[in-house]
């Protein structure tokens, strides 16, 4: 897909190949070693996808009605990209449907049933954010350049602004919900990849939460914290955990607990990252992993997007159940922990 940048380069968009050599971070080291008692349990596959037909999945929201929102991504097959709809029991609705050579990217969902999600496009037209109203059809409601890296997206919790990343500009744009120009909220080389070329990537994931926007950087394996001020600027950036190879999206425990579930694309794992920066991984590839790209948290139960960029291209979502007792048993930290 020579259109978007290159087909070397969005190959990689969730699944980059080559991370930022990093030592052991500052924050937290990262325990890859499994617990006697693991955090997450039961896990199993909800739906699987067709890869060679599109079906890789790339961005997971679970709506009021435990419906799921699912990008995928297409472009791997050169198939037009798709945003589907996954019923409670099963049933699949096809909500809109890109251009061959295009991708859509991070979905959300807004207070009044909208659906936002990202379109990457070299067609000036088209490329941006994206908006499906209930009973509604697809419009664009922030214009972003043509071959714009349109990756993670997000929504504050009153519903009026979206926040979306650029993953080699280094940059995180902002648009209302109403829709009209699209402003660089931050532009930072905090947000950009460690090196240019094909296979680096920079921020990625993004959360708005707790007053602020979170956003992971895969090529530094960062996941960082940027306060919104009363002005609605970007405060000082935060590094809340580092050694995250390879990450990609992610979220929190609940509204009230700054524990994440972060997907590391790479290595094919699942990691909790808490307050205090440690992480570590509580789900690898002998659970399923194949190419994880975001995670969705309701209550105790947790959902995967698996893309699949990996021989056999088993690209799927999971589902597994969160052991709070166990999540937390060896923290230190009990402030903004619990599950809400």
Request: overall charge negative; charged content about 15%; hydrophobic content about 40%.
């Given at each position: 897909?020579?259109?978007?940048?290159?087909?070397?380069?969005?190959?990689?968009l969730?699944?980059?190949?080559?991370?930022?050599?990093?030592?052991?971070?500052?924050?937290?080291?990262?325990?890859?070693?499994?617990?006697?008692?693991?955090?997450?349990?039961?896990?199993?596959?909800?739906?699987?996808?067709?890869?060679?037909a599109?079906?890789?999945?790339?961005?997971?929201?679970?709506?009021?009605?435990?419906?799921?929102?699912i990008?995928?991504?297409?472009?791997l097959?050169?198939?037009?990209?798709?945003?589907l709809?996954?019923?409670?029991?099963?049933?699949?609705?096809v909500l809109?449907?890109?251009?061959?050579?295009?991708?859509?990217?991070?979905?959300?969902?807004g207070?009044?049933?909208?659906?936002?999600?990202?379109?990457l496009?070299?067609?000036?037209?088209?490329?941006?954010?994206?908006?499906?109203l209930?009973?509604?059809?697809?419009?664009?409601?922030?214009?972003?350049?043509?071959?714009?890296f349109?990756?993670?997206?997000t929504?504050?919790?009153?519903g009026?602004?979206?926040?979306?990343?650029?993953?080699?500009?280094?940059?995180?744009?902002?648009?209302?919900?109403t829709?009209?120009?699209?402003?660089?909220?931050?532009?930072?080389?905090?947000?950009?990849?460690?090196q240019?070329?094909?296979?680096?990537?920079g921020?990625?994931?993004?959360?708005?939460?707790?007053?602020?926007?979170?956003?992971?950087?895969?090529d530094?394996?960062?996941?960082?914290?940027?306060p919104?001020?009363?002005?609605d600027?970007?405060?000082?950036?935060?590094?809340?955990?580092g050694?995250?190879?390879?990450?990609?999206d992610?979220?929190?425990?609940?509204?009230c607990?700054?524990?994440?579930?972060?997907?590391?694309?790479?290595p094919?794992?699942?990691?909790?990252?808490?307050?205090?920066?440690?992480?570590?991984?509580?789900?690898?590839v002998?659970d399923?992993l194949?190419?994880?790209?975001?995670?969705?948290?309701?209550?105790?139960?947790?959902?995967?997007t698996?893309?699949?960029n990996?021989?056999?291209h088993?690209?799927?979502?999971q589902?597994?159940?969160?052991?709070?007792?166990?999540?937390?048993?060896?923290?230190?930290?009990?402030?903004?922990?619990?599950?809400?």
């Amino acid at each position: 897909m020579k259109s978007l940048r290159s087909r070397a380069a969005i190959a990689v968009l969730v699944a980059p190949t080559v991370f930022a050599a990093g030592a052991t971070s500052a924050f937290g080291a990262t325990s890859r070693g499994r617990d006697a008692r693991p955090v997450i349990t039961d896990v199993r596959t909800v739906a699987t996808f067709d890869f060679a037909a599109g079906g890789q999945p790339e961005s997971v929201t679970v709506n009021p009605d435990g419906s799921m929102t699912i990008s995928l991504l297409g472009f791997l097959s050169g198939q037009p990209p798709r945003l589907l709809r996954i019923s409670p029991s099963g049933q699949r609705t096809v909500l809109a449907t890109g251009l061959a050579g295009e991708a859509i990217g991070g979905n959300v969902r807004g207070h009044d049933g909208a659906i936002y999600y990202n379109v990457l496009s070299t067609d000036p037209s088209r490329s941006g954010i994206w908006r499906l109203l209930p009973g509604g059809s697809p419009e664009r409601i922030g214009a972003l350049p043509a071959g714009a890296f349109l990756n993670g997206l997000t929504i504050t919790a009153d519903g009026r602004t979206l926040y979306s990343t650029d993953s080699l500009a280094g940059t995180i744009w902002t648009v209302p919900t109403t829709g009209g120009p699209v402003k660089a909220w931050l532009v930072d080389p905090a947000l950009a990849p460690a090196q240019s070329g094909p296979g680096h990537f920079g921020a990625n994931g993004v959360e708005f939460h707790d007053g602020a926007v979170w956003v992971s950087n895969t090529d530094r394996g960062t996941l960082l914290r940027v306060p919104v001020t009363a002005t609605d600027a970007p405060g000082p950036i935060e590094v809340v955990a580092g050694d995250l190879a390879g990450v990609d999206d992610f979220e929190f425990l609940s509204d009230c607990s700054d524990v994440a579930f972060v997907a590391l694309n790479g290595p094919n794992e699942i990691a909790v990252v808490y307050p205090d920066g440690r992480s570590k991984i509580v789900l690898t590839v002998a659970d399923g992993l194949d190419s994880p790209t975001d995670t969705a948290v309701r209550g105790t139960r947790i959902f995967i997007t698996d893309s699949g960029n990996t021989a056999p291209h088993d690209a799927k979502l999971q589902s597994g159940t969160i052991d709070i007792a166990a999540l937390l048993a060896d923290t230190g930290t009990p402030d903004r922990l619990q599950a809400g």
